[in-house]
Each structure stands twice: as structure tokens, then as C-alpha cells.
């Protein structure tokens, strides 16, 4: 072993007995106390992908009803657990659990199939699904049959589609007019991750008509662009104010089970061109149209475009009010 390898083990083993000693530490402090929610998930700081931006949002709304909610730990008088996919330590987890508390996990993916390879994450997900869960949360349709064509069967499975920030992510009081300039396209992802995408955009930005429409996109990419103009990973209110000053939306992700970037969009008022992929064509309605290759993105939209009213006036996305009612009557004991 190189001096390098041992180096790392040993952090790798230090820091494996802090995170012991610190869930013991407050496992003893949890035997006092309740609150009215506890949520086992490790938040990532902003700009972050959508399970983060979606669970933030639902604490907000949680939080501005006066319910109480507590962070990585069960304490003696709290009665629900909300447990978000894989995105949690599963060992302090176990630690916490007791006979008492209803269990519900929110589960995302095939993590899998979204993310183009196997390395055993929905195989815990499903085991500590069928060792802890009352109840199973799944985001669409498409999300619940590919767990199924895998074999992984979830616990009283419900569907709950995602909800966003409607202070943040709103429509515009007004629009700039069409008139004298390009048709302003938007495209935005967090993840790097290839199925987000950006085949597509290398694609369009080689091919698409860039004096009829102006291409951006907001977010992370190993992209070189000569056409598209790369925004980066925007704040949250900046790229809301980059939805809005936008005509239409396009979502090129492939098995993305409920995409809160597409719902960001749909919430500003954006129609929404997007691949016949994951869950998009439930969120989506005819607020927009699907395509399946990139060849196909021009006349779509083009057709779009001169339909751009009719599909805005389409567009439906669930009020965060009701999905957390329907939050919380899962999560009722």
C-alpha cells in the first residue's frame, strides 16, 4: 500500500468513527424533546439539484403552517420519519428507528437508469425500503413502473408529484414582446450528469437556426459552446429571473423521473419542448411538445412558437399547498 492509499484509509477510518460517536451523542440527546416531522436528508448548499431545491421548498411550507421538523434524528416524542431516497446516512438512520415511528421514503429514480450506470444504490434503496418503510412515496408514473420492470417492489407506493417555490418561480407580471428579436430558448440543469442532456445542446448549437432563436443554458456542462451562451450554475432567484425573460423551455434529459427544472420552468410560464423521456410527459400535458431526436428539435420548436399561447394557457403545476397536504396525509400515523 502507498503512503498516499494508508493516508486515506485511515482519514476514511477517522472519519467513520466521528460520524458513530456523533450519532450516539445524539441519540442520547433525542431522548428528550419532539417535533412534528423528522426528515433524514443531507442538504446540499445552493445551486443544487432538484430533490434539494424540492425538500426546501416543502420544509418552507411546512414550517410556515407551524409544524415543527426536525433534521437527521428521531426524537423521543417525534411519531413520523420522512426519509428521501439514498440521500441520507442509512446506518444513523437504523440507529434512530423505532417501532413507534411511521416511516415513509420518498423515493427517486431508477437511480440506475438515470444515471446511465449500476453501482448498487437502488439495491439499498430497495432494501432499506422493505426493512423500514410504512409507506413509499414515488414522484410519476414512469418512476413506479421501471422500480417495477427492475423487480424492486416499494412499500404501499403513492404518487406525489414534486411542487416549487411559487414566491420564487412564478410567471412574469408581464412579457417582452416577439416582435424584432429572437425567440429566447432556455435549457437548465444542475447535474453534469450526460442524461441530463446536453447531446442535445451540442447538437442545436451546431445546427439550430441562431438568428431565429437564442439558446442558454444554466448550469454545469463539460461543453464547449460556439452558439449557446453558457449562463453557469445560477442562485435560485437568478435563475428565476432568467425563466422569466425566457419564451420557451427545453427539457432534452433522458429518464428523469420528475424533473424540478422542468417544473421551474412550466411555474414561470414556459411552454416546454421536451424528449419523450421519464416522467416529462406527465408534468408537461400539452403545456408543450415532445421529441425524441435531436434532429427533430427545429421543427418542433417551430411548431411550438406558432402555438405559443395555446400551450402556455395549457400549462397546469400542482400548487406546493396541495402537494404537502398530500405530504402529510401520507405521513399521518
Known amino acids: 500500500m502507498t503512503a498516499r492509499g494508508a493516508i486515506f484509509r485511515l482519514r476514511r477510518g477517522t472519519g467513520a468513527v466521528a460520524r458513530e460517536f456523533a450519532t450516539e451523542f445524539d441519540l442520547v440527546r433525542s431522548r428528550k424533546g419532539r417535533a412534528d416531522l423528522a426528515l433524514f436528508h443531507e442538504f446540499a448548499p445552493p445551486p443544487s439539484g432538484g430533490g434539494h431545491q424540492f425538500l426546501r421548498a416543502l420544509l418552507g411550507e411546512l414550517e410556515r403552517r407551524g409544524l415543527t421538523v426536525e433534521l437527521n434524528r428521531i426524537s423521543r416524542g417525534t411519531s413520523v420519519c420522512l426519509f428521501n431516497s439514498f440521500n441520507f446516512d442509512f446506518r444513523r438512520l437504523r440507529r434512530f428507528a423505532r417501532s413507534d415511528v411511521r416511516f415513509v421514503h420518498r423515493v427517486d429514480g431508477p437511480i440506475a437508469t438515470y444515471r446511465g450506470f449500476d453501482d448498487g444504490t437502488d439495491a439499498r434503496i430497495a432494501e432499506i425500503n422493505r426493512a423500514l418503510a410504512d409507506a413509499s412515496i414515488v414522484q410519476s408514473h414512469y418512476s413506479l413502473d421501471a422500480h417495477t420492470a427492475l423487480g424492486i417492489d416499494l412499500v404501499e407506493p403513492r404518487l406525489i408529484g414534486n411542487a416549487v417555490d411559487h414566491v420564487i418561480f412564478h410567471p412574469p407580471a408581464e412579457r417582452e414582446p416577439r416582435v424584432g428579436r429572437r425567440v429566447r430558448v432556455i435549457a437548465t440543469s444542475w447535474s453534469n450528469n450526460p442524461n441530463k442532456g446536453s447531446d442535445i445542446i451540442a447538437w442545436l448549437d451546431a445546427n439550430l437556426d441562431h438568428d431565429r432563436y437564442e439558446l442558454r443554458f444554466a448550469g454545469q456542462t463539460g461543453e464547449t459552446f460556439r452558439h449557446v451562451s453558457?449562463?453557469?450554475?445560477?442562485?435560485?432567484?437568478?435563475?428565476?429571473?432568467?425563466?422569466?425573460?425566457?419564451?420557451?423551455?427545453?427539457a432534452p434529459s433522458r429518464n428523469d423521473p420528475c424533473s424540478n427544472a422542468l417544473l421551474e420552468a412550466l411555474a414561470c410560464?414556459?411552454?416546454?419542448?421536451?424528449?419523450?423521456?421519464?416522467?416529462?410527459?406527465?408534468?408537461?400535458?400539452?403545456?408543450?411538445?415532445p421529441f425524441d431526436s435531436a434532429e427533430e428539435v427545429p421543427s418542433v420548436l417551430d411548431r411550438l412558437v406558432a402555438e405559443l399561447d395555446e400551450r402556455k394557457a395549457?400549462?397546469?403545476?400542482?400548487?406546493?399547498?396541495?402537494?404537502a397536504d398530500r405530504y402529510l396525509e401520507a405521513l399521518r400515523p
Open 269 to 289: 410560464g414556459l411552454p416546454a419542448v421536451f424528449r419523450a423521456s421519464g416522467g416529462h410527459p406527465e408534468l408537461v400535458g400539452e403545456g408543450g411538445l
Open 314 to 323: 395549457a400549462i397546469r403545476v400542482a400548487p406546493l399547498s396541495e402537494v
Open 230 to 250: 453558457a449562463l453557469g450554475a445560477l442562485p435560485t432567484d437568478a435563475l428565476a429571473a432568467e425563466l422569466r425573460r425566457s419564451d420557451v423551455y427545453l
